[in-house]
């Protein structure tokens, strides 16, 4: 006898006796009661048994992702009165986030503990003729430029979207110009946004 068989011959044990204990006014649901009705309600309480249980093991999952998955976020920034010029790799020496420890302030470069996706945005307040690079692994991906007039300066940020392997490299150019790092005005920030766990 399976499960739900016994369980509704012990129900309708159980309606037996109850009927025999009250008057017949008080059983007359019982007598309404067909198997199939009782199978149904059964059939409903497997089916909330079984949701429960997949929903148990989903989170389960989500728990062991969570702690799986490091948190990669930075943020710094160029520090107020070092205006970096000339030819150079950009160094954010102050250091404002830096979750996973995935950025190096010494060296200005960021390197991907993980595969997965990645958003990264960098700034320049620029002079008449500046540009900066955001470079990953010697190659150059995206840059911010200003072209203006003498005595002029203008601020610039770019978002990139980058799926990157373990160990790949992230960093910041100067190609060319004069830069101002007043205010917070040189910025480079970087967060996982998905990872890839194959």
């Given at each position: 006898m399976n499960n739900?068989?016994?369980?509704?011959?012990?129900?309708?044990?159980?309606?037996?006796?109850?009927?025999?204990?009250?008057?017949?006014?008080?059983?007359?649901?019982?007598?309404?009661?067909?198997?199939q009705d009782t199978k149904n309600a059964i059939d409903k309480m497997n089916e909330i048994n079984d949701l429960t249980g997949r929903i148990a093991n989903l989170e389960?999952?989500?728990?062991?992702?969570?702690?799986?998955?490091p948190r990669i976020i930075f943020h710094a920034k160029v520090s107020d009165?070092?205006?970096?010029?000339?030819?150079?790799?950009?160094?954010?020496?102050?250091?404002?986030?830096?979750?996973?420890?995935?950025?190096?302030?010494?060296?200005?470069?960021?390197?991907?503990?993980?595969?997965?996706?990645?958003?990264?945005?960098?700034?320049?307040l620029g002079g008449p003729t500046s540009e900066v690079r955001l470079v990953k692994n010697e190659e150059d991906l995206s840059y911010i430029h200003t072209i203006l007039s003498t005595g002029e300066a203008q601020t610039g940020s770019m978002p990139v979207i980058l799926n990157l392997e373990s160990g790949d490299q992230i960093w910041v150019n100067l190609i060319e110009g004069n830069t101002w790092s007043g205010r917070g005005a040189l910025n480079f920030q970087g967060i996982l946004l998905e990872a890839r766990l194959e």
């Amino acid at each position: 006898m399976n499960n739900i068989m016994k369980v509704i011959w012990l129900f309708l044990i159980l309606c037996h006796f109850s009927c025999h204990s009250f008057s017949s006014q008080d059983c007359t649901w019982a007598s309404e009661l067909t198997f199939q009705d009782t199978k149904n309600a059964i059939d409903k309480m497997n089916e909330i048994n079984d949701l429960t249980g997949r929903i148990a093991n989903l989170e389960q999952q989500v728990a062991t992702l969570q702690k799986y998955v490091p948190r990669i976020i930075f943020h710094a920034k160029v520090s107020d009165g070092v205006n970096p010029r000339g030819e150079r790799r950009m160094v954010y020496d102050a250091v404002i986030v830096n979750k996973g420890s995935a950025y190096n302030s010494a060296t200005g470069v960021f390197t991907a503990p993980l595969a997965g996706t990645y958003l990264f945005t960098y700034s320049l307040l620029g002079g008449p003729t500046s540009e900066v690079r955001l470079v990953k692994n010697e190659e150059d991906l995206s840059y911010i430029h200003t072209i203006l007039s003498t005595g002029e300066a203008q601020t610039g940020s770019m978002p990139v979207i980058l799926n990157l392997e373990s160990g790949d490299q992230i960093w910041v150019n100067l190609i060319e110009g004069n830069t101002w790092s007043g205010r917070g005005a040189l910025n480079f920030q970087g967060i996982l946004l998905e990872a890839r766990l194959e």
